[in-house]
C-alpha cells in the first residue's frame, strides 16, 4: 500500500502574454481570457506604474466593462489585516484593510493566502464563494491570481467571474464524473472536487443529495465523499454503501491511514486541500486498488468538513478471467452468498454459493445496471446489447443475458453451476445478476420474459 500527504495545485498551463492576445473585460468568455486579462493587467503595471493602473482599472473600459474586473489584494498571514489596493466595486476602500468586512468572503483569503503564503505558487485558480453584487448573495465564483510586488508590498492581481456567468467554469458540460472516469489527471480531479465544494457551499446539506446521486457527479469508479472532523464519512456516493444502508469508510485516520493519525480538519486546516493517497475498494471493479484522492475544506450549515474524490490506478487492475458477485436478499438486504463467474471454453461458468432461497428453479439473468435498490427494479431489464427486445434462454438469439434456470435444493440452497455458452466474464462486469421469485420459461410467452416474476435476490457484478 502506498499512501502520502501533498499539496497539490495546477493552473491551465502556459500563459501567453499580453502582447499575443489582448483582451478586454468585454471579451471575456472563457477560462483561457481570464488568464489572458490577468496577464494583460499584470503587464499593464509593470509598464505604466501603480498610480496609473490603478486609475485605469477603475475607469477604462477596456478593464471594466464586462463579467469581470481587476482586482489587486495584499498578501499577509493576518488576512483581516490585508488590503485592498484596487477594487471597483467599491473604490473608497482602497487602501484600507478588509477587516469584519471579510466575513462575507473570507474564503477567498484563506486561498489567496494558502496559495502564495504556504503553498507558493505564482499563479493559479482559485474557487470559493463571494457575494455577487448583482444578486446579494454569496455565489460560486473562480479567479485567476497572479502574485505582483505593489508598490513594495507582496499582493495578488486578479479577476474572476461568478460560475453562471462564464462558460467553461465548472459547466457542467465540462467539469463531470464520465470525463474524470475516462480521462483521469491531478488536474481534472481537482477540478472536480473543487466544483463539487463550490456546489455544497452554494446548496449545503440540500446539495449533498446530488453530489451523491447524480450522473454529472457519480460514475462507474468515481464518487464524491465528505468526512468530517473525526474522518467519518458522512456522506458518499460509494454504490456499496446502497448495500449496507450507510456510509462505507472511506478513509481511516489511523497511524498507517491516509492522514497519518493526524486530525482530518488539522490536514484541512494546515492545506485547505491536500492529496491523498492509499488503497480502496473500486466499486466498480470490486477490487482493492491504488486510489488517487483530493480533498478540499469547506464550511456548511457552520461545520468544517472535506469533500472528496479520487480515481484508482489503472496498474492495479486484476485479472479479467473471473468474477465473485456478491448475492443480497432484495428485500432484507440480507447476504445469501454469492456466485463465482468464470470464463471457460463453452461460455461463462456461473458457480453459485447461495442459501436462503425458495427450492425448485429460479429464473436468472444479467440484468442491465450495477445497482439492486427498489426492490431490484434500479437493475433495468436483462442485458440485451443487440436490442432482440426477445426472451429466447440461455440457447437462443435473444438477450444476451438470458442465464440458464438456477436449481435450488431443498434446504434452500443453490450449489449447481449453469454454463451460459455465448456470455464472458466481460459481459457481466458492471452489470448485476438477478434471481426471480419463480422460474424461467425460455420465452415471452405465455408470460413475457420467462415469467420469473418478483426479483428476490441481486448481486453487483463489479471486480
Ligand atoms: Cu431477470
Known sequence: MTWGVAS???ND???VPCADRSVTAAAVSNRQDIQAFVQCAYEYVQEMGFDEARRAFNEDE?????????????VTAARVDARAFVFPPDPSLEGQPWGPLLDAFGDYYEEVYRLMGTVGIDEGWIYYAFRNPATGRDEPKASYIKRLDWDGTP?????????????GTCEPSEVHAVGLESHPSPMRLAEFVRCAAMELETGGYLGIRALTSDPRWRHQ????FGLDIYGNTIFTGDPHSLWYGGAVSEVNTNADGPFLGRDVIGVGDAFGETSLYYSARNPFSGAMQDKAAFVKRVVISGLPILIGSGYYSPAAAPDMSSLTVDIHATGSGAKLGSVLVEDTADGARFTPNLSGLTAGE??????VNPDCGMSGQNAGGHYDPANTGSHEGPDGNGHLGDLPRLAVDGGGMATVPVVARRVRVSDVVGRSLMI????DNY???PAALGGGGARVACGIASR
Not at 466593462?65 to 495584499?74: A, M
Not at 499582493?155 to 462558460?167: E, H, N, Q
Open 362 to 367: 429460479h429464473g436468472f439473468h444479467v440484468h
Open 436 to 439: 426471480h421469485a419463480g422460474g
Open 155 to 167: 499582493a495578488v492581481i486578479g479577476a474572476g467571474v461568478y460560475s453562471r456567468d462564464l462558460p
Open 443 to 445: 420465452s415471452d410467452m
Open 221 to 224: 469508479s468515481i464518487y464524491l
Open 8 to 10: 497539490a495545485f495546477a
Open 62 to 74: 477596456r478593464w471594466l466593462t464586462g463579467p469581470t474586473y481587476v482586482f489587486v489584494d495584499e
Open 13 to 15: 498551463g502556459d500563459i
